[in-house]
Structures are given as structure tokens and as C-alpha cells.
């Protein structure tokens, strides 16, 4: 069996891959990317929040994305209700980017990818993990099948999981453990949006709220394509009967605001849906490998933190690598478990307290609190580790505590 040695193996060619990739190819790093799927391919998480333009700018892949006309995301909207909650990315508490994009994965992905292509980066499309095996020191041999089913090896220092939704090395080393979010489905598609209004309305990301835990999701870009999705409790999911694209146009009835723009539409491919989607690991590294993005954790679409999270732990986990190689000692629990954790703890507990309730009250209370707004705003941007920001350091509490208030204020004015 053919053997390769390099010194840092990328399982997956996404945000994730991409931005560890691109940053240790910038530093010398001896690399090789391995992705199972053949791009361009289709994948969900379709709305960055402005705290990734910091890495991809960082990694020098900014430029090659701004080219090629992604829609601009400057916010986002909530409805519920008849209410409606705007947040302008431009009007946050923290300092930083105030765009991002609503992007089709399968076009973002394969232009990030194809541009470490260009640069020299060795990615091989359709190889696929099949297993690997760590050495005391760390080092991995790692079991490849490439497309015509012949099997090679590949001899690493370091192996990051970027893998995503197909979590490699939480099955191949039994890493999965319970999460602590609620057990929430969704099922999606895409449309072309042919009643699609003319100015913001028609570009605008928004999350149409049924209930407390049931939403649409309405993702336009800038090709004509909208992508529309719901998230619920699974039941909830699951009690819509019939062919997949009967469920979904059934859903579709429950939404005053899109029915009729989405109405009748044909889908582009038989809506898919994804059951209990949220995940958790026992740990975020081990010895030679470290976990990003969805292969560590995943929380909820709700606000959009999937792939900000993705690129953001890619970059810590090349930094740390690079300076491991330079002979510097790092403090991965502290370096990396303790800072990701940081952010994604804030994140849990949004999402926690947008499906008890209590966030949804901060949302759609009137009227609007514009310190508090803002705020909540710069966490929605990706902002998570900005200690400036009481609703950052105080997460835990601050949401229940301030929706306590509003209900109580509530109460006293209706007597």
C-alpha cells in the first residue's frame, strides 16, 4: 500500500479545511487535504455571521469570495406575531465587520477550494477516510480509499478533523457524547424564487417564528435561488405526513408572510431533513489531532453560528499547530477547549433561551430596549469572546433575568 508523509493531515475541503489549509500553507506547512465528497456539492449552513470575515481575511481568502457576488447579509429579521425584530449588523455593541454573506454552499465552498488549489494546496476530492491509528507520540497513520476503491496511507504529525457533518474521527474513535440542546429536526430545500420582491424585502434573511420552537428559515442569494426551511421539534416534523415535498408545502401554510410568495413552487430537489441534528464530543483534541467545526460541535441554525464556529476553531487549531511544529509549547486545554468552549457556551445558552421562550420576549418586546439591542446584536455578528459585553460575560443569566423583568412589566400594565 503507497504511503505519504506530511505534517499535517485536513479531513474535509470546507470553510473549515479551507481556513486551516490556507493558513498553514501560508506558513510552510507541509499539508495534504483529503475530502470524500467531489465538488462542487450541495451542504447546508448557508447564512456566515460577520465575525468570519476576520478569518478568511486573515488567511488571504477574502478577496477570491468578494469576487465572485455572494448576496450581502447586513442583518437579520425576525417576525412574530405581526412583530418584527431587525438587527443591523452596523448598530452592535462590539467593534468589527458589519456584512457578511447568505451564500449556496455548493458554489462558496468550491471557490474558497478551488483558489488553495490554484495556490498549490494538495486537496484530493472523492478520498475517503477509512480509518487511522495513533501512535503514543501522536502520530497517525491515516487509511485512505480513493475513487477507484484502492486503499493509501497517509503518516501525519497532526490530523485536523474538518469534516463536518460526517464527524470522522468522533465515529473512528467513539468521541460523540449527548447534548444538552433540545432535540430539534428541520427539512429544506431550494426554490427559484420566482416571486421574489424587488429591493430588501427580496434580499433579506429572515426567520418567520410559528411558535416558540417552530420557525421557517428564508435565505435569498444573489443567483435567484431562496432557500427555505423548517426547524421544529421532531414530533412536530415527523407528524406531517406524505412525500417529503408534501410535508414541507403542508408547513408552508403555516407562514402569513411567505405562503403565497412560495406557494405552488416546484422544489429544486426533494426536500431533506435532518432529525436531531444537534452534537457534542467528550473532548476537542487528543494527542496529534484536534477537532473544528461541526465535527466538534454543533448547536442550531437559528442564529446562523455554524460556520463562523467552523472557521474560527480551523484557525485557532492552525495556529496552535504551527507553533507546536516551531518547537513552542502549547496549552491545548487551555489554548483551544477553554477558548472555543467560551463561545460556544454563549451561543448554547441563546439557543437554550431562544426555545424557552425568554430570548424571543427580549426580541419582540416593545418597545425596543437600543442598548440592550445592541448588545444582543454584536453576539447574533459572531462576537462571543468580546468580554466588554454583558451579554457575553453574564449569558447564563442575563436573558432569563431580563425577560423575568419584561413579563413582569407586562403584568403590571395590563391590571
Known sequence: MTSINVNVLIIGAGPSGCVAASYLHNNGIDIKVVEKSKFPRFVIGESLLPRCMDHFEEVGLLDCIKDYGFEIKSGARFLK?????????????????????????????????????????????????????????????????????????????????????????????????????????????????????????GTLITFDVIDNDTWLWVIPFSNGITSIGYVGKTGFIDSYKGSPSERLAKMLQLSDHYHDRFKGLDYLFEPISIKNYSKSVKKLYGKGFVLTGNSAEFLDPVFSSGVTFATESALKAAKLITRALNNETVNWEVEYTQYIKEG???????????????????????????????????????????????FVTKHKRIIKTVAHFITLEESELKK
Not at 365 to 389: F, M, S
Open 344 to 390: 460556544v457556551d454563549v451561543f448554547a445558552s441563546y439557543v437554550k433561551e431562544w426555545y424557552t421562550g425568554n430570548l424571543q420576549t427580549l426580541f419582540f418586546h416593545r418597545p425596543e430596549n437600543p442598548k440592550i439591542k445592541k448588545q444582543i446584536c454584536a453576539v447574533l455578528a459572531g462576537y462571543v469572546w468580546d468580554k466588554t459585553n454583558p
Open 81 to 201: 406575531n405581526k412583530v418584527v425584530c431587525n438587527f443591523d449588523f452596523s448598530k452592535k455593541h462590539t467593534d468589527g465587520w458589519d456584512w457578511t454573506w447568505q451564500v449556496p454552499r455548493a458554489d462558496f465552498d468550491n471557490v474558497i477550494a478551488s483558489e488553495l488549489t490554484k495556490r498549490g494546496v494538495d486537496i484530493c476530492f472523492e478520498h475517503e477516510v477509512v480509518d487511522v491509528i495513533f501512535d503514543e507520540d501522536g502520530r497517525s497513520t491515516t487509511t485512505i480509499k480513493d475513487p477507484e476503491g484502492e486503499l493509501y496511507s497517509i503518516h501525519a504529525k497532526y490530523i485536523i478533523d474538518s469534516s463536518g457533518y460526517g464527524r470522522v474521527l468522533p465515529r473512528l474513535l467513539d468521541l460523540d457524547k449527548p447534548t444538552s440542546i433540545p432535540e430539534h429536526s428541520s427539512i429544506f430545500t431550494h426554490v427559484e424564487d420566482v416571486r421574489r420582491p424587488e429591493g430588501e424585502e
